[in-house]
């Protein structure tokens, strides 16, 4: 009989602490398919973030580093610079990046550091119980903005793929969503180009994953998988942003 | 025995870290250090080393923790404002003991302070720094010579203990240009470095972190650990050097660029009949306690002048030594204004009369 589906040997095989409907056990799935498919399981080293991710290696069966809250990208640097061969991946959630850690996330791109960012952003603090995220949306209520997000306040939404698009070093940036299957798929490609360029030596690549907080968005996993697609995307735009291995550069622009 | 060179401290210290097999520097600019990213920014190529210029001293510090976890030796350098921001990392290297190399020159705070000369980060650097129950050995050089042997010193004792080690000089000591002969490699023997995070290839993967959730116990228990290491470097790892202290009545305690002031003054007091020396602790955590106790317990002592370029810091752990069997005075001057020779001297004719 032919397999047509198995659980990937790089997935661990216990039981996560993510809430029903979080997109995090789908991106740990599909990061840990492509992680076999690439066959680099013996030379990954994953860098967990502060975040509701943060125990992520209790989940991927790979070497894992932990990072200070925002740090991900400079403990990733250390690691690349100082083992060029390995695959290094920077897994990180919206606090993480693009609040606290937004000069280490910008200046790591700006060097072209051959690393692999996955960056999930679910507009909110998830594991601090629901604060406003510097992906928010405007009039988004969270914990921190119960009236809901005030442009005037707190100003709007960061959109990090086109901010990244402004350097000139990146290699690879497209920004993907896991709210439904034909996305999830996209997803999966976008990770595994990614790693691929990084194996090949050609540089950065950073991957946006929109992705549901159902528990501190208030929402059901279904509403919260439509509040991404209905929400999320009109403001997060879905696409490849650039794409200079394979000549695609700013195909979205 | 190399040849003899003239270096200046912070390129001196370069070397030291060099000849210890530290291939990996990364750093951020900051006065009275930047000899020292410059220096590095020229030689880590010449050696197939790296050298990186961080955003901050918080990626410095992190990127420190990456080279660090890939098993490599790896050091920054900053001067005090830079070495505060430095801390939460720090802290981070404790909890998941990681090695590293940090250096502080320190200049004249709180705040932006100013550029010069200080030695204002003693509590900071012998008390931990940041947040949590860690400690960070401390090597405090007094001359550039000193500084070569120590850095080589720093990377063994980090390796050895698993621990960030903490070389603390001033602004003095890194500006300075001193005669020095290069030293040789370490020959210490060191633990494998079995839980390096390079690729699970043909292994458990492995994982380094400071984050201890569970079982309950399980940060308690990791702080017993790091306790008993911490127990054990403060057995073995102390180290001090006396000066004039074979009949001295008076001790002088200093460490680096204050110790050198303290001795011209001992060599004058000397002359007009004072029985002084110099006590100078070369790791301030550990500190020399057992040392400064035996010479408290001496029937000969009859006092202790501490003296630093600061308001008076490592006057909490003489007088922890000394525990009230003998005074303890101080004499200090901070932010640049260096403590003054004359100036001690009036302060020995004082306690001693």
Redesign the interface.
């Known amino acids: 009989m032919k397999t047509v589906y198995k659980k990937p040997d790089s997935l661990r095989k216990v039981k996560m602490h993510y809430c029903p409907g979080c997109g995090h056990s789908i991106i740990h799935k599909l990061l840990t398919q492509v992680i076999d498919e690439l066959g680099i399981?013996?030379?990954?080293?994953i860098v967990?973030p502060v975040g509701c991710s943060?125990?992520l290696?209790n989940y991927i069966?790979?070497?894992?580093?932990?990072?200070?809250h925002?740090?991900a990208?400079?403990?990733?640097?250390?690691?690349?610079?100082?083992?060029p061969d390995?695959?290094i991946i920077s897994y990180q959630g919206d606090g993480d990046l693009a609040a606290i850690g937004t000069?280490?996330t910008?200046?790591a791109a700006n060097r072209g550091e051959n690393f692999t960012v996955i960056f999930v952003n679910n507009a909110i603090y998830g594991m601090t119980g629901g604060q406003m995220a510097p992906t928010t949306l405007v009039g988004q209520k969270t914990k921190t903005t119960p009236f809901g997000r005030d442009e005037k306040l707190f100003g709007t939404p960061l959109r990090m793929c086109e901010i990244l698009n402004e350097l000139d070093a990146p290699l690879y940036i497209e920004r993907v969503s896991v709210h439904d299957v034909k996305n999830v798929l996209k997803t999966k490609k976008a990770i595994k180009k990614g790693l691929q360029y990084q194996i090949d030596g050609e540089g950065y690549s950073f991957i946006e994953v929109l992705s549901m907080c159902p528990t501190n968005w208030g929402v059901s996993p279904l509403q919260a998988a439509g509040w991404v697609k209905e929400s999320m995307v009109p403001y997060y735009r879905l696409g490849v942003f650039r794409d200079r291995a394979s000549g695609r550069e700013k195909q979205n622009d | 025995m190399g040849d003899r060179v003239l270096m200046r401290g912070n390129e001196a210290l370069c070397e030291g870290a060099i000849i210890a097999g530290c291939r990996?520097y990364?750093g951020y600019p900051i006065t009275p250090q930047n000899e020292v990213p410059a220096y590095m920014a020229m030689r880590m190529p010449q050696i197939g080393g790296?050298f990186?210029q961080?955003?901050?001293e918080?990626?410095?510090i992190?990127?420190?923790?990456?080279?660090?976890?890939?098993?490599?030796r790896?050091m920054t350098s900053s001067s005090s404002p830079g070495i505060s921001l430095m801390q939460?990392?720090i802290s981070?290297l404790a909890g998941?003991e990681l090695p590293a190399v940090i250096v502080n020159i320190m200049r004249g705070g709180p705040g932006l302070g100013n550029i010069a000369p200080s030695q204002s980060d003693y509590y900071q650097s012998t008390r931990g720094g940041g947040h949590g129950d860690y400690r960070t050995p401390v090597l405090a050089p007094a001359t550039v010579q000193e500084i070569t042997h120590l850095m080589i010193d720093a990377f063994d004792l980090a390796d050895l203990y698993r621990t960030p080690v903490i070389v603390a000089g001033d602004g003095v000591l890194g500006q300075m240009t001193e005669p020095l002969v290069l030293p040789e490699p370490s020959q210490k023997k060191l633990p494998e470095k079995d839980w390096v995070?390079?690729?699970?290839?043909?292994r458990e993967?492995?994982?380094?972190?400071?984050?201890r959730?569970s079982p309950q116990r399980a940060l308690e228990d990791l702080n017993i650990k790091l306790k008993k290491k911490y127990d054990e470097i403060e057995k073995r790892e102390a180290r001090c050097d006396e000066y004039k202290m074979d009949d001295a009545e008076y001790v002088v305690v200093a460490f680096g660029t204050a110790s050198r002031v303290a001795k011209a003054s001992i060599d004058i007091a000397r002359t007009r009949g004072i029985k002084i020396g110099l006590f100078r602790p070369i790791t301030l955590w550990p500190f020399p306690e057992n040392r400064l106790r035996e010479l408290a317990e001496n029937r000969r002592v009859k006092a202790f002048i501490d003296v630093e370029m600061n308001m008076g810091q490592m006057i909490d752990d003489v007088r922890l030594a000394v525990n009230g069997r003998k005074e303890v005075y101080f004499y200090g001057r901070t932010a640049g204004m260096l403590p003054d020779e004359d100036e001690l001297l009036q302060k020995i004719s004082e306690v001693v009369r």
């Open positions: 399981r013996g030379k990954t080293v967990a943060v125990l290696y069966d790979t070497d894992a580093s932990e990072a200070a925002g740090r990208a400079a403990v990733a640097t250390g690691l690349k610079r100082a083992m390995r695959v000069a280490e910008l200046h | 990996y990364f790296c990186l961080a955003e901050s918080l990626a410095s992190n990127m420190v923790w990456g080279a660090s976890a890939a098993g490599k790896v939460e990392g981070y998941a995070v390079d690729g699970a290839e043909g993967a492995r994982v380094l972190m400071s984050l959730l």
